[in-house]
């Protein structure tokens, strides 16, 4: 299982500071990918990992955009980031709407976008060329450029509307409870019936909240412990951590270490030997216990 983080700005170092600073925590902490959510005030979820992306080098980038905007508009914006991180982006559509009309006109169009090659659109709502007089005959396609480093794009669907319309034209699905109260037993037993093998090859993420006290202190056994039951459920293979909004920096700083040192081991092979986790519990406890005394 792979590990994230969600990011979310502190006012103590500043917004984009902040942000940096723990995708660059999360980075050296081996940590795999780092997650950025639509923030109040701020430049938007691309714009800010087209930022961290200069001063990050491997850690991949989750960016979460609503549906609603014109598609071209964050096809390009999503192209500029993959380029500026040199293929790290991953594209996060989230249906806020309730609107699956909506969100999977949108998915059509951003799948076309980011493909390198021209392409037309003529749908409910967008009309690619737009066919306006002032153009006629000038483009019957369009591409958008510059084209995405990666050879596809990795574009994953949440919210309401996310897993059916996921399931659909066969990409992943974000797991988010807390905000549409999915089920992912029930969603992904959906799409193995619909896609069967295919469904393989779909990454299967999800957001779960950690409980952490005001010093970043966490149950790694708990949280170890209802992840392995997700795996053995329903398959989860990449878990991205989010952190009470209430935690000062050095609070994450602790979160970001624990999740690193205590829960990544423990998730990274399906089975452990047996005596491995105990003894790497007792061996953290000690040298935890000689750094403080240091």
Request: with cysteine.
């Amino acid at each position: 299982m792979r590990l994230g983080l969600v990011l979310e700005p502190s006012p103590e170092a500043g917004p984009l500071a902040s942000l940096i600073g723990q995708a660059v925590a999360a980075e050296k902490a081996g940590l795999d990918l780092v997650c950025l959510m639509p923030w109040e005030g701020g430049p938007g979820a691309l714009a800010t990992a087209a930022a961290l992306s200069g001063r990050t080098g491997f850690v991949r980038l989750a960016a979460v955009v609503p549906s609603g905007p014109h598609p071209l508009r964050i096809a390009e914006e999503a192209t500029v980031a993959d380029n500026c991180s040199n293929g790290r982006l991953v594209l996060v559509l989230r249906d806020e709407h309730g609107d699956p009309e909506l969100l999977a006109e949108t998915v059509d169009i951003l799948l076309a976008a980011t493909a390198a090659r021209p392409f037309a659109h003529e749908g409910h709502r967008w009309k690619i060329p737009a066919g306006r007089p002032e153009n006629s005959g000038v483009e019957r396609r369009l591409r958008v450029t510059p084209a995405p480093v990666q050879l596809e794009l990795p574009i994953w669907l949440s919210g309401g509307a996310g897993a059916a319309v996921a399931r659909e034209r066969g990409l992943s699905h974000l797991s988010e409870p807390a905000r549409s109260g999915d089920q992912p037993d029930a969603e992904w037993a959906a799409t193995q019936a619909l896609l069967g093998p295919v469904a393989r090859r779909l990454q299967r993420p999800a957001i779960r909240t950690l409980e952490a006290s005001a010093n970043g202190e966490f149950d790694d056994d708990r949280l170890v412990a209802a992840l392995r039951d997700e795996r053995e459920r329903w398959g989860l293979d990449l878990v991205i951590v989010q952190v009470p909004s209430r935690l000062k920096d050095d609070a994450r700083a602790e979160v970001i270490d624990g999740l690193a040192r205590r829960v990544r081991p423990r998730l990274a092979l399906d089975a452990l030997p047996g005596g491995l986790e105990s003894h790497w519990k007792e061996t953290l406890a000690r040298r935890e216990e000689e750094e403080l005394m240091r």
